[in-house]
């Protein structure tokens, strides 16, 4: 099952300072949205390095349906 095929949010719950590198392609097959190399690096499809800052709420909220305009994170298009 692909990324993208869930068609709803991703909640994940990481850690401060940590260093999480997410699927933008939907090729992905890891259910919390990392990168599992299933991209093509020469088509720009490569993941988006991301470090969770001091103060966040310790939760992603990552796209999981492909909708979204600011990938890998969900913007409530899968809602439309
Ligand atoms: S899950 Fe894709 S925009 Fe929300």
Do not use: F
Not at 57 to 70: A, E
């Amino acid at each position: 099952m692909a990324l993208y095929d869930k068609g709803s949010p991703i909640i994940r719950q990481v850690k401060e300072g940590e260093t999480v590198y997410l699927c933008r392609c939907g090729k992905s097959s890891n259910p919390l949205g990392n990168c599992d190399g299933s991209h093509d690096q020469a088509a720009g499809e490569g993941p988006l390095a991301h470090t969770v800052e001091s103060g966040s709420d310790g939760k992603l909220y990552l796209c999981g349906c492909g909708k979204s305009k600011r990938l890998p994170w969900c913007d409530g298009s899968h809602q439309d």
